[in-house]
C-alpha cells in the first residue's frame, strides 16, 4: 500500500482513507507526518499508532480507539475527539487549541515537561526574543487549551492532573498582564504561596513562614506577658533583663506560642503587643491567616474527594 500520498501537503483524505489507515497500522507501519486535515475518521482503530509531526487539523476522530498513540508534535487545532479514548497517549508538543474533548479518556496521557503545551512554549520563546504581543496571544491560546483540557478532566474525576491544569491555566492568564502591573506581582505571590490552592506543601511553608516571620517582628518591641506564675513581663529579644531570667528558649517559646495564637485567632489575652509594630504585625496576622486556612481546608478536600 502507497502511504506516500499521505505525507503530501495537498493530499486530499477520502473515503477510503480511514480502512488504509487501519490497515497501515495493524502492519505497524509508521504514520508520521500524515497530512489528515479535514479527514473523517469516525471510530477508528489507531491503537498504539506512531503518529508524530502529524495534521489532524479539523479532522473527526469521533469515538475512535487511540489507546498509546503517539502524536508527540501534531496538530490537533480543532480536531473533534469526543468519546475518543486517548489513555496513555503521547500529546507532548501538540496544538490542541479548540479541540473538541468532550468525554474524551485522558488518563496517564504524556503532556511534556511540567505539563507545557507547544503554545505556551513558543509564548515563551516569543516574550525572550522581545515579541511581546505574539506572546500575549500564545499565552491565550495556552490558556485556553489548559481550561478546556481541565473541564474535561473534571468530569472525569481526574483530581490530580485537573489541578495541574488549573496552575499552568493561571499561570499562562498571569503572563499576560504587563510585566510589573499588580495584577501580574498579586498572582505570582498566589502562586508561590498556595499554588492556586492547589500545592499542599506551598500553604504549609507559607503557614509556618508567616508564623515565625511575625513571631520575629514581635520580639523587636516585646510583647506584655501576664504570666500567673511569675508576675507581668515584657517578653522581646532587646528585654534583657527578662531573657537573663528566662533564657532565649523560653522568650522564643512564648513568642512562637503567642504568633501561633494570633495566627489560629484563638486570641487568649494573656499576651498582647505593646508597640505600633506589634499591633500592626497582629492585625496583619490575623487577617492572612484566616485566609490561608480556609485555603488549606480547601486543599486538602480536594485532595481527599474527587471533583
Not at 71 to 89: D, P, R, V, W
Request: hydrophobic share 35%; charged share 20%.
Amino acid at each position: 500500500m502507497n502511504k506516500e500520498k499521505y505525507i503530501e501537503s495537498n493530499y486530499s483524505p477520502d473515503e477510503n482513507t480511514k480502512s488504509e489507515l487501519e490497515n497501515l497500522n495493524s502492519n505497524k507501519e509508521n504514520l508520521s507526518k500524515f497530512h489528515l486535515s479535514h479527514a473523517n475518521l469516525e471510530k477508528i482503530n489507531l491503537v498504539e499508532a506512531k503518529m508524530e509531526n502529524a495534521n489532524l487539523s479539523k479532522a473527526n476522530l469521533k469515538n475512535a480507539s487511540m489507546y498509546g498513540i503517539n502524536l508527540n508534535g501534531s496538530n490537533l487545532f480543532k480536531t473533534n475527539f469526543e468519546n475518543a479514548n486517548l489513555n496513555n497517549s503521547n500529546l507532548e508538543n501538540c496544538n490542541l487549541l479548540g479541540a473538541n474533548l468532550t468525554n474524551t479518556k485522558l488518563k496517564n496521557i504524556n503532556w511534556g515537561k511540567n505539563y507545557k503545551v507547544i503554545n505556551e512554549i513558543e509564548a515563551e520563546e516569543l516574550y525572550k526574543n522581545g515579541d511581546f504581543k505574539t506572546a500575549k496571544e500564545k499565552y491565550k491560546e495556552a490558556e485556553d487549551i489548559y481550561r478546556n483540557i481541565k473541564i474535561s478532566m473534571q468530569s472525569q474525576t481526574l483530581s490530580h492532573e485537573t489541578g495541574k491544569f488549573f496552575i499552568r491555566e493561571m499561570i499562562a492568564k498571569r503572563k499576560q498582564f504587563n510585566k510589573f502591573s499588580a495584577s501580574r506581582i498579586g498572582s505570582k505571590i498566589i502562586e508561590l504561596t498556595t499554588g492556586y490552592g492547589e500545592k499542599l506543601s506551598n500553604i504549609v511553608f507559607t503557614i509556618i513562614g508567616i508564623i515565625i516571620g511575625c513571631m520575629i517582628l514581635y520580639g523587636i518591641e516585646g510583647v506584655k506577658y501576664g504570666d500567673p506564675i511569675n508576675g507581668n513581663r515584657i517578653i522581646g529579644f532587646f528585654q534583657a533583663t527578662d531573657i537573663q531570667n528566662y533564657g532565649i528558649l523560653n522568650v522564643l517559646g512564648n513568642l512562637f506560642y503567642f504568633s501561633v495564637v494570633v495566627y489560629s485567632t484563638v486570641g487568649f489575652g494573656e499576651m498582647v503587643p505593646i508597640g505600633p509594630i506589634g499591633k500592626s504585625v497582629m492585625i496583619f496576622e490575623g487577617i492572612v491567616g484566616g485566609l490561608v486556612l480556609a485555603i488549606l481546608i480547601i486543599a486538602l478536600y480536594k485532595k481527599s474527594m474527587d471533583r
